[in-house]
């Protein structure tokens, strides 16, 4: 392909289409803007270890194969509690991590906080607004004063910034 730039245009000129894909097969904006948001991360990594032939393609596929996992995994959990209420809150298993878990997370979000206090302002408050308060991609534009794929780019570099912190080897 050559180039994280080529590779992003390719993306952002195929984001609408995407997402009306996505929300086609899911019937929740919202939760394809997340399908579309991972698909790019995917295909991002995917295109720097590979060149793939048909890259649009590529992109479409990644799509349908998350809205799909997402889905299912909807339908699983629609399913659980739905058996879950009638089980009784007595009958269900205590749902807390290890103390080993709970300190690997900690450390994780110690990485997290660091990674998010290195980013340029803009992009740590898209990246906020997004992840932990659950804006929408519109509604970070409007609030930043951008258009709706800046706010989708800033998301993306925040969390490609994050995630390559957290993954960098200790």
Known sequence: MGG????LGLFMAHRRKLLNYANGIMGDRARAE???QEAWLRFDAAVVAQSPDEPVGYLYRIV???ALD????QAREERHLVSGTEAGIEDMAEDRPSPEAETLARDDMRVMLAAMAELP???RRALEMHRFTGC?????ADNLGISVGAAHALVI??????RARLHRPS
């Open 64 to 66: 349908r194969n998350l």
């Open 121 to 123: 302002e803009r992009t």
């Open 34 to 36: 997340d399908v579309v």
């Open 70 to 73: 997402g889905c299912r995994r």
């Open 4 to 7: 994280d730039t080529k590779i």
């Open 157 to 162: 570099d925040g969390l490609e910034h994050c």
């Open 136 to 140: 929408k991609l519109k509604d970070i």
